[in-house]
């Protein structure tokens, strides 16, 4: 559920209507709820309070600073995957000693910085990695507390790009080799504490089937990790899937209620009830690391149409949103709803293509979909755009990145202003 509904015809983001921040502040526009992000934390939190846990959002989602304090004002956890993410949590006045640090190829600088700032894990994808934290700890006289990712080769049935639980994935440990690889560490390792054990299969999971598969295959190996090394979390990673294709619809509960249960999209309740059972018992602090599953129904891109343009062949809706402001079309063949902030008068629809200015055929936000029409001069929406959309805007084509605004209940704020062409070019020297 989500706080974007029509209101006598106009589309809202709580109490604030869309078009008069489009024409306050410009587009392209990123809007968010904040509700709705504390709404999406809280649910979680209440499904899994059947065991010890701990949420760690995943900061790369969206990392804007206002985003970040205001879930660390909830009690979220941060998963990072850079310095640059742990700057971010610190400006935003999160604890590092709720962090935990992923990714494949943390560099020296950035395993001093957060050893320096004491973060809870360093979640290591290989042995070498783990080798080198030992090292680096060593020399700043330092113990590093590490939890190695294991990759359980379970097929996570999404997008190839953001599958990342399958032996042929970067990602992680293969499973049979992660209890040789803590008794060498256990041995060999003076500087490291091995605190726990990760995973993270993929993202946009939208059934709970590879989930459960995973947990249920890597239970007997937490069991014995914890009782040879006295781990204390398991950390089940994020991936849960959100709402892509009916977002609008699906932020009402009479939607929800209207599915039948083969129907209805991954629910974060159901999440809980097939997950808890089987972790409660394990004695283990449960981390999570949703980020799409927060953020993501909880933003929207707002553009204006430019121009319609008919060939021969497709009709075209130019807007002045492009890939360089919302990226997820073109690199995974992501799909966002859009709607027009003026509710359509009647269900007439026109197949188009909904296109950005950049000089690439990727630059779409939709093809050949059957679309109520909107004119030049109109502003719509591309809903589900909260997650994975600013945080991968560019300059290409020499584009300021879009503002952001958060609203909260009956207020919005700019949260990040929009660039200007000299903040663009700043840095470059004749
Ligand atoms: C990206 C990532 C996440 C978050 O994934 P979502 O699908 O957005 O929930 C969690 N953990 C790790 C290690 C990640 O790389």
Redesign the pocket.
């Known amino acids: 559920m989500h706080g974007f509904s029509y209101r006598n015809g106009e589309l809202f983001c709580e109490n604030v209507s869309l078009q008069s921040l489009a024409e306050e502040h410009g587009t392209p526009l990123y809007v968010y709820s904040g509700s709705t992000l504390v709404d999406h934390f809280s649910r979680l939190d209440s499904a899994l309070s059947g065991v010890s846990h701990e949420i760690a959002y ?1 900061v ?2 969206n990392s804007n600073l206002s985003v970040l304090r205001l879930l660390a004002s909830k009690g979220a956890g941060f ?1 990072i ?1 850079s310095g640059g993410e742990l700057f971010r949590v610190i400006k935003a006045g999160g604890d590092p000693a709720h962090c935990t640090f ?2 494949v190829g943390k560099t020296r600088e950035e395993i001093v910085y957060a050893l320096e700032q004491g973060i809870y894990s360093f ?1 290591v994808e290989s042995e070498e990695e783990l080798r080198y934290l030992n090292q680096v700890a060593g020399e700043l006289g330092k113990i590093a507390p590490a939890a190695v ?1 294991v990759n359980p080769n379970v097929d996570a049935k999404t997008h190839k790009y ?1 599958s ?1 639980g399958k032996s042929e994935n970067k ?1 992680g440990v293969d499973f049979g080799a992660i209890a040789d690889l803590y008794e060498r560490a256990a041995a060999e390792l003076p500087n490291i504490k091995l605190r726990g054990l ?1 995973m ?1 299969i ?4 939208t059934s709970i089937d590879p989930f459960i598969e995973a947990v249920e295959k890597v239970i007997p190996l937490v069991t014995s990790l914890k009782e040879k090394h006295g781990i204390e979390f398991w950390s089940i ?5 959100i709402v892509y294709e009916d977002t609008l619809a699906s932020g009402s509960p009479e939607w929800w209620a209207s599915k039948s249960e083969s129907e209805r999209p991954l629910t974060i309740e159901k999440y809980g009830e097939e997950l808890v059972p089987r972790l409660k018992d394990l004695g283990l602090k449960i981390l999570l ?5 927060i953020a ?1 129904n909880a933003g929207v891109l707002i553009t204006r149409c430019l121009y319609e343009k008919k060939g021969s062949a497709k009709t075209f809706k130019i807007v002045d949103a492009g890939m360089n402001d919302l990226i997820r079309p073109a690199l995974y063949e992501g799909h966002h709803e859009i709607v027009p902030l003026t509710e359509p008068k009647t269900s007439d629809r026109l197949k188009v293509d909904v296109v950005g200015p950049i000089c690439e055929s990727g630059d779409f936000f939709c093809q050949n979909r059957e679309l109520p029409d909107f004119q030049p001069g109109e502003n719509i929406a591309l809903m589900s755009a909260g ?2 959309g600013f945080v991968m805007a560019s300059n290409y084509n020499t584009r300021p990145f879009p503002a952001e605004i958060l609203v909260q209940g009956g207020e919005a704020k700019v949260v990040r202003k929009r660039q200007t062409l000299e903040d663009v070019i700043a840095g470059e020297e004749l």
Do not use: C, M, W
């Open positions: 995943a790369k989602a998963d995957v992923a990714g979640n990712r953001i990342t990602f990760q993270h993929g993202s946009q999971l990673g994020g991936g849960i899937g690391e949703p980020g799409r599953y993501g997650a994975y």
